[in-house]
C-alpha cells in the first residue's frame, strides 16, 4: 500500500477533522466545527505553518501538523510536529512515517533546525525514527513525554 502525501486541501478538511476528534479530543468539548475551522486556519495560513494529509484511493486515511504553537503546552518551545493521527484501518503500514517525514521536510524548507512534539503511547514509534526522549511529566494527571529531532 503506497498512500499519497499532500498539502491538506479544503477538500480533507471535515474528512480529517473527523480522524482528529476521534483520536484526541473525545470528551474534551472540543466540537467538529471547531477542529474544522482550526484546520482551515492552518492551511490559510502564511506558508510556514502547515498541514499533511494521506490518501488512499482518493481519501485522507491519515493527517499531521506542523505549527508553531501547540493545544496547551508545557513548554515554551517552537515549532511543534502535532496532531499525528493515522485511521486505525490503515496502522502499521508506514503511513505514520511518511506523514512524519513530510512534515520535517516542509520544517527543514521553511528554516527550521529543531522540532518538538509530545506524546506517551507512540514513544517507541518516535525514537525508531530518530526522535529523542527529553522530558517525562505529568500534564493533566496523565504521563506525558517531550520529544524533540534536530533536522
Not at 492552518?42 to 506542523?66: N, Q
Not at 511543534?80 to 527543514?108: F, I, K, N, P, Q
Not at 527529553?134 to 520529544?147: H, N, R, S, T, Y
Request: glycine share 10%.
Amino acid at each position: 500500500m503506497q498512500p499519497t502525501i499532500e498539502a491538506m486541501a479544503e477538500g480533507d478538511v471535515e474528512a480529517v477533522a473527523r480522524l482528529r476528534l476521534a483520536a484526541f479530543f473525545e470528551g474534551s468539548g472540543r466540537t467538529l466545527a471547531e477542529d474544522i475551522t482550526a484546520l482551515r486556519g492552518l492551511i490559510a495560513d502564511d506558508g510556514f505553518e502547515a498541514a499533511f494529509v494521506a490518501g488512499f484511493g482518493g481519501s485522507p486515511i491519515g493527517s499531521c501538523l506542523f505549527v508553531r504553537n501547540e493545544i496547551d503546552p508545557a513548554h515554551d518551545l517552537t515549532p511543534w510536529l502535532a496532531g499525528l493521527v493515522v485511521d486505525e484501518r490503515y496502522r502499521g503500514r508506514g503511513v505514520g512515517a511518511a506523514l512524519l517525514r513530510a512534515v520535517e521536510a516542509h520544517a527543514a524548507s521553511v528554516g527550521v533546525s529543531k522540532l518538538y512534539l509530545y506524546t506517551w503511547q507512540a514513544r517507541r514509534f518516535y525514537e525508531a525514527l530518530g526522535w529523542t526522549a527529553v522530558e517525562a511529566f505529568e500534564q493533566d494527571g496523565e504521563p506525558m513525554l517531550l520529544m524533540a529531532r534536530s533536522l
